[in-house]
């Protein structure tokens, strides 16, 4: 994806605004894969967006921006699911009958619930990892979001497609 300049006249909350809304999808993404119910995902998001915009002044625009937003999305996501520990022990639903609302017309087939249970089962940077690879960022990408090697990475994924194949019952592909 072409970097763009920033204009002169541009100021840092435009830039910042722009990228984020071209990048959006980024937070709902990483928002509800570690975000356990509709409140703790729009919390999530918040706090995401928040964070980015603390960050942003020192975003590098030489490096892609999506790049740098899925860093502190995950940083961010997962320091919010360890803290979920502590947040359930002390909160006290309103309502607990009220399931989440589902749109039967957008609801995802079996083999995609299917798959977002068994992230949901993951830890954090093994969630992580699957999100970027599902995204169809490279390996070096995912390396660079999370912090680890290129051959860390392929590694870790070979161990979460056998894994993937084997609770789901798909059938193995070497």
């Known amino acids: 994806m072409p970097r763009t300049a920033?204009?002169?006249?541009?100021?840092?909350?435009?830039?910042?605004?722009?990228?984020l809304e071209r990048h959006r999808k980024i937070v709902f993404k990483v928002a509800n894969l570690y975000g356990r119910g509709e409140e703790d995902r729009r919390d999530l998001a918040q706090e995401i967006s928040?964070?980015?915009?603390?960050?942003?002044p020192r975003y590098d625009p030489e490096r892609p921006f999506s790049t740098w937003m899925y860093r502190i999305a995950l940083n961010v996501a997962i320091s919010f699911a360890r803290s979920a520990v502590q947040r359930a022990r002390y909160a006290v639903p309103l309502d607990e009958e009220t399931p989440d609302p589902i749109d039967p017309a957008r609801a995802p087939d079996d083999r995609v619930q299917a798959l977002h249970g068994f992230m949901s089962r993951l830890d954090e940077l093994n969630r992580a990892l699957l999100l970027l690879y599902l995204d169809e960022h490279s390996y070096r990408e995912i390396a660079e979001v999370l912090g680890i090697s290129e051959t860390n990475v392929a590694t870790k994924l070979s161990r979460l497609k056998q894994r993937i194949r084997a609770e789901l019952g798909q059938p193995d592909r070497h």
Do not use: G, K, T
Not at 6 to 19: A, G, L, Q
Not at 50 to 56: D, H, M, N, P, S
């Open 6 to 19: 920033s204009r002169p006249s541009e100021s840092i909350h435009e830039r910042f605004r722009d990228h």
């Open 50 to 56: 928040a964070q980015l915009w603390r960050a942003f």
